[in-house]
């Protein structure tokens, strides 16, 4: 087992090369959109353009996965956890650290090739940690959205930068912390800061030239189709941020995308109505930024539950015939399966303890019961504000056709009054309110695995303290994830039963990956500061070939 450390670098856009790795191969959009047929690399964020994060490698499974040894470690050096998804491209994993750190790294031993460090000023309006969430690869680079509002270009091979563009303005509260989606010829990226009175917005730049293609805003702006359900200007710092990646059917050339909550959080008086396009998904046409079609999960939020999933695509047979479909394990406790043509509501089933609506009606809207509401006194109201699940990483798994999710089991009380409403001021916090745990209530978490043409539960693994990470399933009949023992585990796909765990001694915050080398499989997942690394002995008979697996 190898163990390779990478300190920080001071200075300013510092870069250095540790080691000259090999020229990788183009990553071509063509490669993008055929993702799937290389189980042996992981080119994107979720794996492939469908949101699935899964694998049809299958060497490593459940008669076997006890088996699993450490193989390497690599230490960043960056204080704080990492929710970062590594690529892995042509023998090199690049992924990024907080505070825009990027590394590009040997996949067999660790060995760091290069290491990027953004210079960030020492000011910035972030709500909630210095996260990235990875890169996206495209041609000869790798792209990064930055703290500090830019999209930066670096080179594959070395780490330097090819292009750096500014995209909003760092000091009025906007920020990148998710992973960037490449499709075609464009990079694509979601903005951070819907606490800071921001005006969400998802953004489009050349690959080649760093040229912003265009720019689709989640509030729309005056004489625009639903800027009407925004009280008086109350749209212009609305929030509906979209900070974790979306996903893309190249078919219908649509790219599907998560919206965040409006704002302020959790006091709605000057706010008034929908608030349209926050706590939904949108479908865009990615040549153009035109929205296709909408659906607001929850209309009107004042409890903080943005809706920037990874939205699940997948093909089934739904309500008597085939479909094209896209589910969403919502934090407002809700699973949703929505049609992706046309984006009509098929099913919706709470899959978590739910208080606040009584159901959803033909439409899809929630049924709001009666007082609710946050309270100057505090109401009561589950899911808590962090969600019956929040932006980790959900799975996808064709071979069981079940949707895997992390899940939060607690309730929260809920206080708004319009005495803590604070003026808008760019750049400060902008929420009036708040929401905390009751007395006694206890952080419990779950992996959950759900049927998607009912919405049924079809079997849980209960995690008795306050888990945090995404999961990731395979071929090989197993569902990895982590708990907050800092145990990184593996579950029986079809039963949810554990079959495997180790401790990696600080808390998992993002989701596995696998790929092969030589025909042996690996499975790496980041925790603490730190990307680990496993296999199977070598030696083992079941390693004689990784191969993907059939449904």
């Avoid at 939020?301 to 809706?307: L, Y």
């Avoid at 589950?382 to 980790?392: A, I, L, Q």
């Amino acid at each position: 087992m190898r163990t390779c450390r990478c300190l920080p670098i001071a200075g300013a856009l510092a870069v250095v090369s540790l080691a000259a790795p090999p020229a990788p191969a183009q990553v071509t959009a063509d490669r993008l959109v055929n993702a799937s047929r290389e189980p042996q690399q992981w080119l994107t964020y979720s794996g492939s353009y469908d949101g699935g994060r899964y694998t049809s490698l299958d060497q490593i499974n459940r008669t076997n996965v006890q088996r699993l040894t450490l193989q390497w470690v690599f230490q960043t050096g960056v204080r704080g956890w990492h929710e970062t998804t590594p690529l892995v491209i042509d023998g090199v994993m690049y992924f990024t650290a907080p505070d825009n750190h990027a590394y590009a790294v040997d996949v067999r031993t660790g060995r760091p090739l290069w290491h990027y460090q953004r210079n960030l000023p020492k000011d910035l309006s972030l709500c909630c940690g210095p996260q990235n969430r990875g890169l996206a690869a495209l041609g000869d680079r790798v792209f990064m959205g930055t703290l500090d509002a830019h999209v930066v270009a670096l080179d594959a091979r070395t780490g330097r930068v090819r292009w750096d563009v500014a995209a909003a303005d760092a000091d009025k509260g906007y920020s990148f912390t998710g992973a960037p989606l490449a499709v075609k010829d464009k990079v694509i990226v979601g903005v951070a800061g819907g606490e800071y009175g921001i005006r969400g917005f998802i953004d489009a730049y050349d690959a080649e030239s760093g040229r912003r293609a265009w720019r689709f805003y989640t509030i729309p702006g005056e004489g625009e189709r639903g800027n009407e359900t925004w009280k008086d200007d109350s749209w212009k710092r609305g929030g509906a941020p979209t900070w974790v990646t979306g996903s893309y059917d190249p078919q219908l050339n649509t790219l599907y995308w998560g919206t965040g909550n409006p704002g302020p959080q959790m006091y709605g008086a000057n706010r008034l109505g929908d608030n349209l396009y926050s706590d939904s998904l949108v479908a865009l046409d990615p040549d153009t930024g035109a929205l296709k079609w909408h659906f607001q999960f929850t209309p009107h939020d004042v409890h903080d539950w943005d809706s920037t999933h990874t939205p699940i695509l997948f093909d089934d047979t739904i309500t008597g015939r085939p479909r094209k479909l896209v589910a969403v394990a919502n934090r407002n406790g809700f699973f949703y399966v929505l049609d992706r043509v046309t984006g009509s509501f098929l099913l919706g089933r709470p899959y978590t303890q739910v208080t606040w609506a009584k159901e959803l009606d033909a439409s899809g809207r929630p049924i709001v019961l009666p007082n609710t509401d946050p309270t100057p006194e505090g109401t009561r109201v589950c899911p808590s504000g962090t969600g019956g699940t929040n932006w980790h990483q959900p799975s996808y798994s064709p071979r069981t056709r079940l949707v895997y999710f992390f899940s939060k089991e607690q309730c929260d009380t809920f206080m708004a009054d319009e005495k803590l409403e604070p003026p808008h001021r760019p750049g400060r916090p902008y929420i009036g309110s708040a929401f905390f745990a009751p007395p006694g209530e206890h952080d419990e978490a779950a992996v959950r695995a759900v049927d998607p043409k009912t919405g049924a539960v079809r079997w849980e693994f209960r995690e008795f303290s306050g888990a945090w990470a995404g999961v990731f399933s395979t071929a090989g009949g197993l569902v990895f994830s982590g708990d907050g023992q800092g145990n990184f585990i593996a579950l029986d796909a079809d039963t949810g039963r554990d079959l495997w765990h180790v401790p990696l001694g600080a808390d998992v915050h993002s989701a596995a990956i696998s790929y092969a080398v030589n025909g042996r499989q690996f499975v790496t997942i980041p925790a603490g500061g730190a990307l680990f690394t496993f296999g199977l002995p070598e030696g083992t008979p079941s390693t004689a070939a990784a191969r993907p697996g059939g449904r």
